[in-house]
């Protein structure tokens, strides 16, 4: 069973940066796939980053594209989200989520099973 605990949300300024961290365990680290998720008060649930560790395959949201930028340490089992020039519009519970791979989609987008428990950031203005 895959298990995902997310770390790294703070309160930064509008222009700011933070660096979100995705830590794996109970599953090859190089057979998942990991998206990055968010949700601020009100508002649907929405994909933000994706990546697949078996093809380092990755995905960005139109609204997120060209500032943040995810990666994976296969050493640490761990994926990171840095979110650069942060907007307040980018305030919201993050999630990140796991999904065993077991046949490749050709996409880093799966019908993730393992969810974490959510990092909250916070952008003012």
């Known amino acids: 069973d895959v298990q995902v605990v997310e770390s790294g949300g703070d309160l930064v300024q509008a222009g700011g940066s933070l660096r979100l961290s995705c830590a794996a365990s109970?599953?090859?680290?190089?057979?998942?796939?990991i998206g990055w998720f968010r949700q601020a008060p009100g508002k649907a649930r929405e994909g933000v980053s994706c990546?697949?560790?078996?093809?380092?395959?990755?995905y960005y949201a139109e609204s997120v594209r060209g500032r943040f930028t995810i990666s994976a340490d296969y050493a640490k089992s761990t994926v990171y989200l840095q979110m650069n020039s942060l907007k307040p519009e980018d305030t919201a519970v993050y999630y990140c989520?796991?999904?065993?791979?077991?046949?490749?989609?050709?996409?880093?987008?799966?019908?993730?099973?393992?969810w974490g428990q959510g990092t909250q950031v916070t952008v003012s203005s």
């Open positions: 990546i697949s560790m078996n093809d380092y395959n990755t």
């Open positions: 989520a796991a999904q065993i791979v077991a046949v490749d989609a050709g996409s880093c987008w799966y019908d993730f099973g393992s």
């Open positions: 109970g599953f090859a680290f190089d057979q998942l796939a």
